[in-house]
C-alpha cells in the first residue's frame, strides 16, 4: 500500500471536529505537543498484519462492554487474572524466604536493599542505552524529584510493614494490611479521577470478606500470637499500609506517562540510595552478626529474585487494569502461602482456608461482572495525545472509536495522516463500513 505523506485535507467547518475524531482513533497527539524520548515507544517496529482493523488493533485486547458476564471473553482480564496470580506467588515467595531468614537474621532493610541494588544494575543501563546520555539526564533533572519520592514511599512501605509484625498480633497485621486496597481507592478517586461501579465496591468488599475468614481460621488453629505492643504494631501497620498505596497510585500514574524502564529503573536507584541510608542505621549490627551460610545465601538470593520479578510486572500490572485490581488480586498470597506451608512450615488445611480462597476469587469477578474489563485500563487522567506506548497500554479498538465519528466528515476526507502512517481512500472507506449496523 502506497505511504502518502500528504496532510488531512480542510473540511469547511469541520476542521476541529474531523482532527479531533482522528486523534480519538489513534491517540495521536495535536501538532502542537512534543513527545521526548523517554515518552516513546518502548517496543522495536513490528511487521503490521493484513487488513486495517488489524493494523489499528495490534497489540490491543479484544473489548467487551456493557453486558453482564462479558469480562468473560475479554482477553485483557484473564491476562489481567493470570498476572495478579502470578504477581501472588510472588509475594507468597518473599514471604516465605523472609520466614526463614528471619530464623537466623533480622535484616528487613539489607533484604529489600539486595532487590533495589539489581533492578538499578540492570534498568539504568537500559534506560541509558535507550534514551543516550544527554536525554536520560535530562529526564532526571527533570523528573528525579517525583521518582524520589516514589521511592521514599516504597522503602517506607516495606519497612514499616515488617517492622509491624514485631510488635503486633497476626490478627491486627493481617486486618491492617488490607487498608492498602483501601488506601489505593481513595486516592485513585480523589487524586486520579477513577471513578467505581458499585459492583467493583462489591468485588473489594467481597475479597477483603475472603480475608477475614484466613483470619479467623488461624485463630480456630491458634497460630496466632500474643503482641508485644499492639497500640504501637497497630501504627506501624496502618502507616506501611497507607505507604503502599500511596506507592501503587504513584507507580500507576508514572508508568502510563513513561517507559516502563525509566519508571522501575528511577524507583529502584532512588530506593536503593534511600534503603542503604537506613539498612545502615537500623540493620548495621545485625548485618556484621549474620551467619553467612550457604543456607542463608539460597535464600537471600531466592527472595531478592523473586522480589525482582515482582517489581518488573506490577508496572505491567498497573497498564493492563490497575492499582485496585492488583492489590485485590494479591489478596490470594495467603492462600498460596498456606500450600507452600504444607510441605515447608508443616501446616495443615483448616476447612475455613478454601472457602476464603473461592470467596477471593468470586470478589475478583464481581469487581468485573458489569464492568467494561478494559475500563480500568482506560486511565482517566490521560488527556487526548498524552501517555506512551507500550506493553499492556490501551489504545482502543477502531470499531470504538470510529463509532464517535461523524458520517459526513469521513466521506469528505481523500487521505488523512494518523500517528505514523496514512489512511487513504479505501481505508477511510473501512472505517465507514465499521458505522453501519
Known amino acids: 500500500m502506497e505511504r502518502n505523506e500528504a496532510t488531512p485535507p480542510v473540511i469547511p467547518g469541520k476542521k476541529n471536529e474531523f482532527s479531533e475524531d482522528i486523534r480519538a482513533i489513534t491517540n495521536e497527539a495535536p501538532n502542537n505537543e512534543q513527545t521526548t524520548s523517554y515518552g516513546a515507544v518502548e517496543g522495536t517496529?513490528?511487521?503490521?498484519?493484513?487488513?486495517?482493523?488489524?493494523?489499528?488493533?495490534n497489540n490491543q485486547f479484544f473489548v467487551t462492554k456493557g453486558k453482564a458476564f462479558a469480562f468473560a471473553k475479554s482477553k485483557r482480564f484473564w491476562v489481567?487474572?493470570?498476572?495478579?496470580?502470578?504477581?501472588?506467588?510472588?509475594?507468597t515467595a518473599t514471604n516465605t524466604f523472609t520466614t526463614l531468614i528471619a530464623e537466623d537474621a533480622n535484616i528487613p532493610a539489607f533484604q529489600t536493599l539486595l532487590n533495589y541494588c539489581l533492578l538499578t544494575i540492570i534498568y539504568?543501563?537500559?534506560?541509558?542505552?535507550?534514551?543516550?546520555?544527554?536525554?536520560?539526564?535530562?529526564?532526571?533533572?527533570?523528573?528525579?524529584?517525583?521518582?524520589?519520592?516514589?521511592?521514599?514511599?516504597?522503602?517506607?512501605?516495606?519497612?514499616?510493614?515488617?517492622?509491624?509484625?514485631q510488635y503486633t498480633n497476626m490478627l491486627s497485621a493481617s486486618l491492617l494490611d488490607s487498608w492498602a486496597t483501601v488506601?489505593?481507592?481513595?486516592?485513585?478517586?480523589?487524586?486520579?479521577?477513577?471513578?467505581?461501579?458499585?459492583?467493583?465496591?462489591?468485588?473489594?468488599?467481597?475479597?477483603?470478606?475472603?480475608?477475614?475468614?484466613?483470619v479467623v481460621s488461624d485463630l480456630k488453629t491458634n497460630k496466632n500470637y500474643e503482641a508485644s505492643n499492639p497500640a504501637l504494631g497497630d501504627g506501624f501497620m496502618i502507616l506501611g499500609a497507607t505507604f503502599y498505596g500511596i506507592s501503587n497510585?504513584?507507580?500507576?500514574?508514572?508508568?502510563?506517562k513513561q517507559p516502563l524502564y525509566v519508571v522501575v529503573g528511577q524507583l529502584s536507584f532512588w530506593a536503593s540510595l534511600i534503603n542503604l541510608a537506613q539498612a545502615f542505621i537500623f540493620n548495621r549490627n545485625q548485618m556484621l552478626h549474620i551467619n553467612w551460610?550457604?543456607?542463608?545465601?539460597?535464600?537471600?538470593?531466592?527472595?531478592?529474585?523473586?522480589?525482582?520479578?515482582?517489581?518488573?510486572?506490577?508496572?505491567?500490572?498497573?497498564?493492563?487494569?490497575?492499582?485496585?485490581?492488583?492489590?485485590?488480586?494479591?489478596?490470594?498470597?495467603d492462600f498460596w502461602s498456606l500450600i507452600v506451608g504444607l510441605r515447608v512450615f508443616h501446616y495443615y488445611?483448616?476447612?475455613?482456608?478454601?472457602?476464603?480462597?473461592?470467596?477471593?476469587?468470586?470478589?475478583?469477578?464481581?469487581?468485573?461482572?458489569?464492568?467494561?474489563?478494559?475500563?480500568?485500563?482506560?486511565?482517566?487522567?490521560?488527556?487526548?495525545?498524552?501517555?506512551?506506548?507500550?506493553?499492556?497500554?490501551?489504545?482502543?479498538?477502531?470499531s470504538e472509536a470510529s463509532a464517535s465519528l461523524p458520517d459526513d466528515s469521513l466521506s469528505k476526507v481523500?487521505?488523512?495522516?494518523?500517528?505514523?502512517?496514512?489512511?487513504?481512500?479505501?481505508?477511510?472507506?473501512?472505517?465507514?463500513?465499521?458505522?453501519?449496523?
Not at 504513584?250 to 502510563?256: K, P
Not at 515482582?310 to 485485590?328: C, E, G, K
Open 45 to 57: 517496529p513490528h511487521e503490521e498484519p493484513k487488513g486495517l482493523k488489524s493494523k489499528l488493533m
Open 80 to 91: 489481567a487474572f493470570m498476572l495478579g496470580q502470578i504477581l501472588s506467588l510472588m509475594i
Open 124 to 165: 539504568t543501563p537500559y534506560s541509558i542505552y535507550r534514551m543516550g546520555f544527554k536525554e536520560y539526564f535530562r529526564m532526571v533533572r527533570c523528573h528525579g524529584w517525583k521518582f524520589l519520592i516514589m521511592g521514599f514511599v516504597d522503602v517506607q512501605g516495606n519497612y514499616f510493614v515488617v517492622l509491624a509484625y
Open 183 to 214: 488506601a489505593v481507592v481513595i486516592l485513585s478517586f480523589i487524586f486520579l479521577k477513577v471513578r467505581y461501579h458499585w459492583t467493583q465496591i462489591s468485588g473489594i468488599v467481597i475479597c477483603l470478606g475472603g480475608l477475614a475468614l484466613l
Open 249 to 256: 497510585v504513584l507507580e500507576e500514574f508514572f508508568v502510563t
Open 293 to 333: 551460610t550457604p543456607k542463608m545465601g539460597g535464600y537471600l538470593t531466592g527472595f531478592t529474585l523473586a522480589m525482582f520479578i515482582l517489581y518488573t510486572l506490577v508496572p505491567i500490572m498497573f497498564r493492563i487494569s490497575s492499582a485496585t485490581f492488583y492489590n485485590i488480586s494479591i489478596l490470594t498470597s
Open 349 to 398: 488445611v483448616y476447612w475455613l482456608y478454601p472457602i476464603a480462597f473461592v470467596c477471593v476469587l468470586f470478589g475478583l469477578c464481581v469487581y468485573h461482572i458489569f464492568v467494561d474489563a478494559t475500563k480500568d485500563a482506560k486511565k482517566p487522567w490521560l488527556r487526548e495525545g498524552e501517555g506512551v506506548d507500550g506493553v499492556g497500554m490501551y489504545r482502543g479498538s477502531i
Open 414 to 437: 481523500t487521505s488523512a495522516t494518523v500517528g505514523e502512517r496514512t489512511l487513504n481512500e479505501t481505508e477511510i472507506a473501512e472505517l465507514q463500513v465499521e458505522r453501519k449496523p
